[in-house]
Structure formats: structure tokens, C-alpha cells
């Protein structure tokens, strides 16, 4: 069996290791005083900014500050929160995939998942009464009630790694495998159209960039830009108006997951079980520093 060592922190993966990111809010949490790691994607609930965290010496996983949160799980892969913080949900790749509701106190996973048949979700929620979550083995975006289960199809696009939503009914989601690109799905337009019947597909998707390499994961600053991690070595800032792409670092090793504190740095993700933080502001040093090691024992 495996266990949540987070809560939601670091997103998107390399598929078979993906899941290591999970273990990354609590790390990060210890490092910040007990809070938890932020997209800062305004819609998405357990999304609060927190305090710079320190510099040394990277946190190690496991250990007395970076411990599990849930265990029963079989191949967890991506978490989201209720406004509360009290109510944990987990996507579960094992069997199909699956969603789990997870009493963050207690560590208690519910005794029968809220929906099965996910595949390999990343999930975010716009509120307490509506999540969304993609899968890039049904080449799907989905809607999802986490209270009784049930999933309304929204959009069709080629394999869609990751999302994040703005707070003002849009979706912005990550590709790989063929389209690499980043896409913003009107949420409202994509069900109407799904409800009488049609499909919403990626041709009907507006594109703000694409890449040469597969997108795995995408955060929001809530001021008009995303940051996305390119598979190899290389994390970019995305104007979503324009689509003009900077590179802020190309000296990550493998890449697979990427959120914002709040306090101007980035935390990310690499195949190699590390997670690491990169300053974002003008003018600073953009070489990633380890903030915590060991996160690949989380699998």
C-alpha cells in the first residue's frame, strides 16, 4: 500500500513517478511553519499564500516534519481541499483511479471512494460543490460533484497533463504527447455544449501557447501569468493575454510539477524524488536550490 505524505503542492509528473509530487505540500509546510503550499490559483480553496520559507537545510523525507497524512491508498496521484481545510480529497490511479475523501484530522479515508473510473486524475476544486479534473488516458476534462460522485463531460484534448483555474470560469490546461500546448476552456461554454449533446473539443479551445516539448504541469499567479514546467530541464513564464513565453530557468533535472507561494518563488518537482525552489522576482538568482529531499519514497 502506499500513503498521501501531503496535502496538494507540487502538480504534474513524469507518468509512472508522477505521484511523488504528492508528498510535497507537508515538506513544504514544514518548512513554512506549519502552513501549506499554495498554486495560487484564486478559485481553488486550499490555496493561501504563506510565509517565505527558509533556505537550509533541505527538509529530508520521511521525517519527524514530513510524515504521512493518509495510508490505505494504492498509487495516490493528485489531492485537493475543501475550503475548510478539513476534507482532503484524493485521485488514486490504482484499479482504474478512483476519488477519496480524507478527513485531514484523523488521516480517516472514507470506507468506499466518492467515484471510480478516473484513471489517472489531476483534480482541482472550484468550490466545495464542484471539482474538475483531467485525465490523459480518456483525453478528457471532467466535471465532478465530490459530494455524490457524479462526473458531466466538459471537453475533448489530447492528452491533458494538468489544469488550473482562474476564479473567473476558466480552465488553463497542460498538454503533452502530440498537441503541447497550453489551452483556456471557457468552463460555461465547454458544458453547454457537452449538454445538448455535442462534443467540445481542443479545436474549439482557445490555444495561449504551445511548445516544443510536453507541458506536465501549469500554476496561476493570479496577475495574468502561468508558469509551466517543459519536459527536460526547463520552467517558463506564460503571459496569458499575449502567449509570450520566458524561460525563468532551464536548469531543472526532469522536471514533473510546479506551484507558487505567494512570496514570489516557485517550487518544482523532478523525477528524481527533489523538490526545489526557484526565486522569481527581477533580477534575482534563478538557480534552483534543493528545499527538500526523498519526496520518490512517497512511492
Request: glycine fraction near 12%; charge should be negative.
Amino acid at each position: 500500500m502506499h500513503a498521501v505524505v501531503s496535502n496538494r503542492a507540487v502538480r504534474g509528473g513524469v507518468r509512472g513517478r508522477r505521484a511523488r509530487w504528492v508528498a510535497a505540500a507537508l515538506a513544504v509546510a514544514a518548512l513554512t511553519g506549519g502552513a501549506s503550499l499554495a498554486d495560487t490559483t484564486p478559485a481553488a480553496a486550499d490555496q493561501a499564500p504563506v510565509a517565505a520559507p527558509s533556505a537550509e537545510p533541505p527538509l529530508t523525507c520521511p521525517s519527524v516534519a514530513c510524515h504521512r497524512a493518509v495510508q490505505g491508498l494504492d498509487k495516490p496521484w493528485d489531492t485537493a481541499f475543501d475550503s475548510s481545510g478539513g476534507t482532503m480529497y484524493v485521485t488514486d490511479e490504482a484499479n482504474g483511479g478512483s476519488l477519496w475523501k480524507v478527513d485531514t484530522a484523523t488521516g480517516t479515508k472514507s470506507e468506499e471512494p466518492v467515484t471510480t473510473g478516473i484513471g489517472q486524475a489531476q483534480i482541482v476544486l472550484a468550490d466545495d460543490e464542484t471539482g474538475y479534473f483531467v485525465d490523459f488516458r480518456s483525453d478528457k476534462l471532467w466535471r465532478v460533484e465530490p459530494a455524490t460522485g457524479k462526473r458531466h463531460e466538459v471537453a475533448t484534448l489530447a492528452n491533458p497533463n494538468d489544469l488550473a483555474l482562474d476564479g473567473q470560469g476558466n480552465a488553463y490546461i497542460a498538454t503533452g504527447e502530440g498537441s503541447n500546448a497550453l489551452y483556456k476552456v471557457d468552463l460555461k461554454a465547454a458544458e453547454a455544449k457537452t449538454a445538448r449533446g455535442e462534443k467540445f473539443t481542443d479545436r474549439e479551445l482557445s490555444v495561449v501557447t504551445t511548445s516544443e516539448g510536453n507541458l506536465y504541469a501549469v500554476a496561476l499567479d493570479g496577475q495574468g501569468s502561468a508558469y509551466v514546467v517543459n519536459r527536460g530541464s526547463r520552467l517558463d513564464k506564460v503571459n496569458l493575454t499575449t502567449g509570450r513565453k520566458a524561460t525563468v530557468t532551464d536548469k531543472l533535472n526532469n522536471p514533473s510539477g510546479v506551484a507558487l507561494d505567494g512570496h514570489g518563488h516557485a517550487y518544482i518537482s523532478t523525477s528524481d524524488g527533489g523538490l526545489y525552489r526557484v526565486e522569481l522576482a527581477g533580477g534575482a538568482d534563478r538557480t534552483p536550490h534543493q528545499a527538500v529531499t526523498g519526496l520518490g519514497s512517497a512511492r
